[in-house]
Nanobody
Framework: QVQLVESGGGSVQSGGSLRLSCAASGYTHSRYSMAWFRQAPGKEREWVATSDRYNNINYADSVKGRFTISRDNAENTLVLQMGSLKPEDTGMYYC??????????WGQGTQVTVSS
């Protein structure tokens, strides 16, 4: 079955960097669109970035210029490189995938905490 496992979360100070990874299994990675979402305490889950199956990349305005999404189809991984982190980036970060819209499958999440 499809499985997504995130890693790389942690605690950093404002201005710092973190690299999140998502290991995918159970399907042909290159055929799927992949995305990162996040959810802050008491808030709804929000979209962060997408790398679709046509290699198009998009970012939420709140992270544009600071985060970079990339994928390695040979290794079945999705990466989110996060820089210039702000306290408002704090939250649980989820990897998701789907054939068209990347919301069919979800990982368990990895926590990111940014302190000021």
């Amino acid at each position: 079955q499809v499985q997504l496992v995130e890693s790389g979360g942690g605690s950093v100070q404002s201005g710092g960097s973190l690299r999140l990874s998502c290991a995918a299994s159970g399907y042909t990675h290159s055929r799927y669109s992949m995305a990162w979402f996040r959810q802050a305490p008491g808030k709804e889950r929000e979209w962060v970035a997408t790398s679709d199956r046509y290699n198009n990349i998009n970012y939420a305005d709140s992270v544009k210029g600071r985060f970079t999404i990339s994928r390695d189809n040979a290794e079945n991984t999705l990466v989110l490189q996060m820089g210039s982190l702000k306290p408002e980036d704090t939250g649980m970060y989820y990897c998701a995938s789907g054939l068209v819209i990347p919301q069919d499958y979800w990982g368990q999440g990895t926590q990111v905490t940014v302190s000021s």
